[in-house]
């Protein structure tokens, strides 16, 4: 076989054999309240359940050391998280799914709190792989949540 047929096959080979690529969805919103009290209206890591407008409930457990939330949501499903990192001096909380109906797989996310001139500045940014789902769509879920979340903060921190 000829040396530059060998290397394209090769190539080929390495090319299918790449995991997808992770996809990045970030989300901001502006809120004119201080940090501090955006931070205590996102609350501890089952505060949630008292600002996103998807969720009905939230239950935490805890799994070997780690805070686990389990999530019901509003219409129907389940999404089971697990507090990865918190750091309320940075006002920044990070966090994986570990079981979820939504598109997802491999799912890290970081929701945080930073001033912004008189207000508060929201970021929520997640990296994951779409699941069952093309990217675009996994893209459009994830960034659908985050904005309902934001919004439900910036109204609740008024």
């Known amino acids: 076989m000829p040396k530059t047929i060998l290397l394209a096959t090769a190539a080929l080979a390495a090319l ?7 996809l990045d969805v970030t989300k901001t919103a502006t809120v004119a309240a201080p940090p501090a009290k955006v931070w205590q209206t996102i609350g501890a890591f089952c505060g949630i359940g008292d600002w ?6 939230c239950v935490l457990s805890e799994k ?6 389990t999530l019901s949501l509003k ?3 389940t999404i089971v998280e697990e507090e990865v990192s918190r750091d309320d001096k940075a006002m920044a909380y990070t966090y994986a799914i570990l079981e979820s109906p939504l598109p997802v797989e491999g799912y890290k996310s970081t929701l945080s709190v930073a001033p912004d001139g008189s207000g508060s500045k929201l970021t929520w940014m997640g990296n994951f792989k779409a699941k069952g789902a093309p990217d675009a769509k996994a893209e459009e879920v994830v960034g659908g949540i985050y904005d309902g979340g934001l919004k439900g903060i910036g109204d609740k921190a008024k």
């Open 16 to 22: 299918a054999a790449t995991p997808a690529l992770a």
């Open 52 to 57: 996103h407008p998807a969720v009905e409930k």
């Open 64 to 69: 070997g050391g780690k805070k686990i939330r």
């Open 75 to 77: 219409g129907g499903g």
